[in-house]
């Protein structure tokens, strides 16, 4: 799937991953890269220049958070780049005390009435009850078609052979199924021809007549980017809410997936990868645009990134690599590692740490511990904070109370604090840095 744009992607990103170091010429290089790939890839050259320059701009000025290399950063512009283009990631929920109506649009041979057959069956797993109403009566054998399908995985059609205005079959079919209550009720209309502009007043009759809650429009994943001008030309008859791209097993170069969202606005929902029945994938834009750029870890990227961009708080860093460490520090501390996963994973793999053998009952301990700190540390002042070393008897059975728990913990709390700041004091830092560097590079 999308082989072009895969090679061309994960291309640049070796590229740049393997350079030693990353400056200006290195960014514009992998941006022209990144401009050719989706040239190459039938995406629309107005997108082409919007999406590249705002990767080149965000990596030639922002600076990336402590701990995460450049060239990672960079990566995750990329990523957030296309991401953005497609849209968040959704859900694709109906309400289930009605009868939704899902009216489906796009071009003849574009895949409607397979994909129409995909969703019945998603949504009957799910165990919605679903109707399909057959209102193309333009193509020959479609209803007939949609019947055959729909056999297969048990759904219910409304279709009149001998009628030809889509309209009636509309809204017979709709009366048809509220009656029988359906939960959702799928409408396959003839979609629209290029030389026949009546389909298109068609299927603004046919909208108006079930006022659907939803419009999809089912794009084929390999026509490129007249997808755009398809798409716009639908989005201006009828209100596109979601799209389907289909085929997308095939020989799709993918620009049709970004064009079509650009378009719409609307942000896409299902794929279709196969003829069958079973071919829909939901749609994840993290998971296609990781596929695309060759990262089965982009999430784990994408997530340390994020951690470190809690943890970046500049200042804090330097503080904590001069050995001095406030409880809000530490707080930090505890958050990246509890964020990172399991402690003993990390304590082994800092140097240092991994001679010390710590006790594994001792580690798991700690961790059980560590979901109280917070709030211990959130009950202290600002001045505490600062300085624990204010903590008094009177002091810390303020906090346990404050925080629902015993003196005896914030107590312990405070030795795991002063054990923490002794290592820094050591290490000036050194445990820390590792620990970045851990979060940097895994
Ligand atoms: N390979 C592949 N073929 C598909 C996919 N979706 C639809 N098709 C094929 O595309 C052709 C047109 O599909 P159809 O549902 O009749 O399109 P409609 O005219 O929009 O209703 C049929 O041969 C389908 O089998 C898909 O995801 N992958
Ligand atoms: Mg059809």
Redesign the pocket.
């Known amino acids: 799937m999308l082989d072009s744009l895969k090679e061309g992607f994960q291309g640049a990103i070796k590229k740049l991953l393997g350079s030693s170091s990353v400056d200006e010429r290195q960014i514009k290089e992998f941006v022209k890269d990144i401009q050719r790939t989706l040239l190459g890839a039938d995406v629309k050259a107005q997108i082409v220049l919007e999406v590249s320059q705002r990767i080149e701009k965000r990596a030639l000025e922002e600076k990336p958070p402590p701990g995460l290399p450049r060239k990672d950063h960079i990566v995750k512009i990329l990523y957030e780049e296309f991401a953005r283009i497609l849209g968040e990631e959704g859900k694709f929920d109906l309400p289930t005390n009605r009868t939704n109506v899902i009216l489906m649009v796009?071009?003849?041979?574009?895949?409607?009435?397979?994909?129409?057959g995909k969703l019945a069956r998603v949504l009957s797993k799910r165990n919605y009850r679903v109707g399909v109403i057959a209102a193309?009566t333009f193509?020959p054998g479609?209803v007939t078609?949609l019947r055959t399908i729909c056999e297969t995985i048990q759904v219910p059609v409304f279709g009149d052979e001998r009628e030809k205005d889509a309209t009636k079959i509309a809204k017979k079919g709709l009366d048809h199924f509220k009656n029988q209550n359906a939960n959702v009720v799928i409408v396959?209309t003839a979609?629209r021809h290029k030389e026949e502009t009546g389909l298109i007043d068609e299927m603004r009759q046919i909208s108006k007549i079930v006022s659907p809650d939803l419009v999809f429009l089912?794009i084929?994943?390999t026509i490129g980017q007249a997808a755009y001008g398809q798409s716009a030309a639908f989005h201006k008859s009828v209100s596109v809410g979601g799209i389907i791209v289909?085929?997308?097993?095939?020989a799709a170069k993918g620009g049709g997936a970004l064009a079509a969202t650009a378009a719409t606005g609307a942000r896409i929902f299902f794929?279709?990868?196969?003829?069958r029945v079973d071919?829909?994938e939901q749609f994840s834009p993290t998971r296609f645009v990781g596929r695309l750029l060759g990262m089965g870890d982009l999430q784990s990227l994408l997530d340390r990134a994020k951690e470190l961009e809690l943890v970046a708080d500049e200042q804090q860093v330097k503080r904590m690599m001069s050995g001095k460490l406030t409880m809000s520090d530490f707080l930090v501390q505890i958050e990246s590692v509890k964020k990172m996963g399991s402690l003993r994973k990390i304590v082994e793999s800092l140097p240092g740490f991994s001679q010390m053998n710590v006790p594994s009952q001792n580690l798991e301990e700690i961790e059980g511990k560590m979901k109280y700190w917070r709030a211990m540390i959130q009950a202290m002042t600002l001045e505490e904070k600062n300085e624990p070393d204010l903590l008094n008897s009177q002091r810390i059975r303020r906090i346990a109370r404050g925080s629902g728990v015993l003196e005896k913990d914030v107590k312990d709390l405070l030795t795991r604090y002063r054990q923490a700041k002794s290592v820094m004091k050591a290490s000036k830092g050194r445990q820390f840095r590792a620990l970045m560097r851990q979060m940097g590079n895994q």
């Open positions: 796009g071009i003849q041979g574009s895949g409607k009435t397979t994909t129409i193309d193509r479609a078609q396959d979609g089912v084929d994943g289909t085929k997308l097993d095939g794929i279709g990868t196969g003829e071919d829909l």
